[in-house]
């Protein structure tokens, strides 16, 4: 069969040397032919012509900008996965420019595409540069911020308007649309892309905008350092921040309406080398609160949690963490707790989605309400259970633990490794240890970690290595699981396909849970160190945060390689 190289051998485009040393390349660097003639200095409009004789598809150069309502129709995972950008419509007909014609998955994936937008499809050859220019409009929204912003409407998103007294530089910043657009884009792309944060970075030469899907992060949007102040300013603006402290972190938060519906973002500001860094945490009241089911607490895991709840008092806490999922497990709890009979507090930072009959505050640590404070408050409120959002200091832990003591079901959150590291970090933070055994009901460690896509997952043979390695792990398991746990003949792994392009879509918990026992108790009270707490819950039969994942690894739920990226 022909190849690139003998066309333009046979043109005298290059010698006999060349084509054997592109071919001999190309296979050794496992790297398409067309790639290597161009690295060893061939012109690439002659790879390009040769290529679109080969395979019989006409070849098109790619000037200008293609514009954001022509992107649109291919979203940027599948562009860059696929190595397929769209060029445009010619009579409702989608021109699509491809690398690689001969990849089937990426004809696949565009045949699926053409059926989904309900338009035929046209495909040309592109060069490679062509292509990574493209792929730029989609990162950088073109070298001058407005363009690509411009095919956005301002009515998608309404921006809260200042209540910081005007002056020049928020009168400047307030009214200039590229900027303004700039920040209205940045927030869709977020929402519309499922993004839990958002983080606004200065270099030396560019702002890097990175959005956090499922965990990971993602460089979404790349921007000009000339505009790095104005964007700044006008998130400060939108937060009620001080527009020139530079110096120090600044704390805010904004509601912003987007796509119908009201978003909360919590905003925080850091000085840089470069200048201020701003990272958005963002939270959606649309995504609800979840079932422990759909969050991935399940089997012998589940029933503690649901027995733990049962109690009238005392205090559950769940450690792991930041964005370990810990305050979407508080308020799944809430959920089930959530009655006319009992009246539920909580004090929160800030309060993430809005629970009807469930009496929630905000505190606000610059004017001196904090979480210490607001439990003194909330203790003469007549509560039944107490949510605090997390208990930092030693002195909101003793409060914490005072109310549990007295009556109260105190739901909140500690930050350490595990559910083992508990008791330690409460002692360490100054509650006396004979306190702990009679309040502490449950410590609940949890992570999250991404789940595959059912549709495009990839079988792997349990064999040699992978089965030592699960086999080691099943021997580890309790003894009640062990009877119910069998090593299957095959597990699965991420795939990219048309509908699922990284293989992964959303995330599940996996957790670990440890309850309160007379033989805890005499660990806590006489030698509470780590290794006999850790020995106390194996002989409750506690299913670690490993063991739980790899349950789910077995079940075909989650890949080996996204559990390993979280526990260890």
Request: aromatic share 4%.
């Amino acid at each position: 069969m022909r190849s690139i190289a003998d066309l333009l051998l046979v043109k005298g485009i290059i010698d006999d040397a060349t084509a054997r040393r592109a071919k001999q390349d190309a296979r050794s660097l496992e790297q398409d032919i067309d790639e290597v003639l161009v690295n060893q200095g061939v012109p690439e409009e002659k790879v390009l012509e040769a290529k679109s004789e080969l395979f019989g598809i006409p070849a098109r150069a790619v000037a200008g900008s293609v514009g954001y309502e022509t992107l649109k129709y291919i979203s940027e995972e599948s562009a860059r996965h696929y190595q397929m950008v769209p060029l445009g419509t010619e009579e409702g007909v989608l021109e699509v420019g491809m690398v690689r014609p001969e990849n089937l998955e990426a004809r696949e994936a565009l045949q699926f595409i053409s059926s989904n937008i309900d338009m035929p499809f046209k495909i040309f050859l592109i060069s490679r540069t062509d292509f990574n220019n493209v792929l730029k409009e989609y990162q950088g929204l073109g070298g001058e911020v407005s363009k690509a912003i411009s095919e956005f409407g301002e009515q998608e998103v309404q921006l809260p308007e200042s209540r910081v007294k005007p002056g020049k530089e928020e009168i400047n910043v307030s009214e200039d649309a590229p900027i303004t657009k700039t920040v209205t884009v940045i927030l869709r792309h977020a929402v519309e892309g499922k993004a839990s944060d958002i983080h606004i970075e200065p270099s030396s030469d560019q702002l890097r905008v990175r959005f956090r899907v499922d965990g990971v992060l993602y460089t979404s949007i790349l921007l000009p350092m000339n505009v790095h102040e104005a964007v700044i300013s006008r998130i400060k603006i939108m937060t009620n921040m001080k527009i020139d402290e530079r110096r120090k972190p600044q704390d805010g938060r904004f509601r912003a309406r987007i796509d119908k519906r009201d978003v909360d973002f919590r905003v925080s500001t850091f000085p840089t080398y470069y200048g201020e860094k701003v990272a958005l945490r963002i939270l959606d009241p649309d995504i609800g609160i979840k079932s422990f089911e759909e969050l991935g607490i399940e089997g012998a895991n589940l029933e503690k949690v649901r027995e733990s709840l049962k109690r009238p008092f005392g205090m559950i806490l769940i450690t792991g963490p930041t964005g370990s999922g810990k305050s979407t497990t508080l308020y799944s709890m809430l959920k089930v707790l959530n009655d006319e009979k009992r009246n539920i507090v909580s004090l929160e930072d800030p309060v993430e989605y809005y629970v009807e009959g469930i009496n929630q505050s905000q505190i606000r640590p610059e004017i001196d309400y904090t979480f210490a404070s607001g439990l003194r408050s909330i203790l003469r409120q007549d509560p039944d259970v107490i949510m605090v959002g997390e208990i930092r200091d030693r002195e909101t832990a003793q409060l914490a633990v005072h109310a549990a003591l007295t009556g109260h079901l105190v739901l909140s959150t500690l930050h350490t490794n595990d559910a083992i590291g508990v008791i330690p970090r409460l002692i360490d933070m100054g509650v006396d240890p004979f306190l702990i055994p009679s309040t502490l009901v449950m410590a609940m460690g949890q992570r999250l970690v991404r789940t595959l896509c059912p549709e495009s997952r990839k079988p792997i043979e349990v064999v040699d290595r992978i089965s030592k390695m699960l086999e080691e792990e099943l021997a580890a398991f309790p003894a009640d699981i062990k009877k119910t746990a069998s090593l299957p003949k095959t597990i699965y792994e991420a795939e990219s396909s048309p509908t699922c392009p990284k293989g992964t879509r959303g995330r599940l918990a996996i957790i670990e849970t440890l309850l309160m026992t007379p033989e805890l108790e005499q660990i806590i009270l006489h030698e509470p160190s780590e290794v006999k707490i850790a020995e106390e819950g194996r002989r409750q039969n506690m299913v670690t945060m490993r063991q739980d994942g790899v349950l789910k690894v077995l079940r075909g739920i989650i890949g080996l390689e996204e559990l390993f990226e979280v526990v260890v």
